[in-house]
């Protein structure tokens, strides 16, 4: 799978987990895009055809809401939630095993909003 990891997400060992699994990650450094807006990191994806992750659930599902409503499309948008609490927040080998779960079930990526909490 192609990543785009949000701000809020882009840590190099989540990265470097999700490369040795077979995945192409970007990260807004290195693209340019640090602390830009949500919307523009999404648009990044969708230009470059990458499914975006991120930790902000709220303001990604709105912008998902948003593009389908205006018959968009996007690449998909992958969401991990946090309930500040250490013993049950996702860490990174649980967000690489969520992915690999959600890739296995062969359910639609693209235009859909996934919350990885769900596929653990």
């Known amino acids: ?9 882009a840590k190099g060992a989540l990265a470097a987990r999700l490369r040795k699994a077979g ?3 970007v990260l807004p450094p290195s693209v340019g895009m640090s602390g830009v807006s949500d919307p523009r990191h999404l648009l990044y994806a969708v230009q470059q055809n990458l499914v975006l992750i991120t930790k902000n659930h709220d303001d990604y599902e709105d912008l998902h809401f948003l593009v389908q409503g205006t018959h968009g499309q996007h690449p998909g948008i992958l969401a991990v939630r946090a309930d500040n609490d250490p013993s049950r927040d996702m860490k990174d080998h649980d967000i ?9 079930a062969t359910v639609p990526i693209a235009n859909e909003f996934h919350i990885l909490n769900h596929w653990r």
Request: a negative charge; hydrophobic letters at 50%.
């Open 1 to 9: 799978m192609k990543l785009y990891f949000d701000d809020d997400i």
């Open 23 to 25: 995945h192409q990650v």
């Open 96 to 104: 690489a095993r969520a992915i690999a779960k959600l890739e296995g």
